[in-house]
Nanobody
Framework: QVQLVESGGGLVQAGGSLRLSCATS????????MGWFRQAPGKEREFVAG????????DYQDSVKGRFTISRENDKNTVFLQMNSLKPEDTAIYYC????????????????????WGQGTQVTVSS
C-alpha cells in the first residue's frame, strides 16, 4: 500500500510562488511515475504535471508550461511541484498521485492511470 502526503499549499498573491511537496511511503518510489493533479470547485480533476521514474521525462498541462516545474528526489521518496507566476485560476486543491504500473519513460495524464492518491493541499491565489 502506497501512502502519499502533500504539503506546501497556502494563500499567495497573484504573481507569487509556492512549492508543493509529496512524501511517499510503502512502495518502491523510484520505480514508478508520479503526477500532480488539481481540482477547482465545481470542476473535474485535471492533470497538471507528471514525471517519469528517474526524472528523465516530464509533461505539463499547457496552461502551466513555463511557470510550474515538477521534480523528484528518489533517495527521499519525494516529488515536488514548484509553482511560479501564480494566477487566480490556479486556485484549487492539488493532489499528488502514483502511477505504479506506468511503463518506463511514460508519463500519463489521465486520473484513471494513477492508483494511489494523497489527501490534497489547498492552493489559493488572490488577485
Amino acid at each position: 500500500q502506497v501512502q502519499l502526503v502533500e504539503s506546501g499549499g497556502g494563500l499567495v498573491q497573484a504573481g507569487g510562488s509556492l512549492r508543493l511537496s509529496c512524501a511517499t511511503s510503502g512502495g518502491t518510489f523510484s520505480r514508478y511515475s508520479m503526477g500532480w493533479f488539481r481540482q477547482a470547485p465545481g470542476k473535474e480533476r485535471e492533470f497538471v504535471a507528471g514525471i517519469a521514474w528517474n526524472g528523465g521525462r516530464t509533461d505539463y498541462q499547457d496552461s502551466v508550461k513555463g511557470r510550474f516545474t515538477i521534480s523528484r528526489e528518489n533517495d527521499k521518496n519525494t516529488v515536488f511541484l514548484q509553482m511560479n507566476s501564480l494566477k487566480p485560476e490556479d486556485t484549487a486543491i492539488y493532489y499528488c498521485a502514483a502511477d505504479i504500473n506506468s511503463p518506463l519513460w511514460l508519463v500519463r495524464a489521465t486520473t484513471t492511470s494513477y492508483e494511489y492518491w494523497g489527501q490534497g493541499t489547498q492552493v489559493t491565489v488572490s488577485s
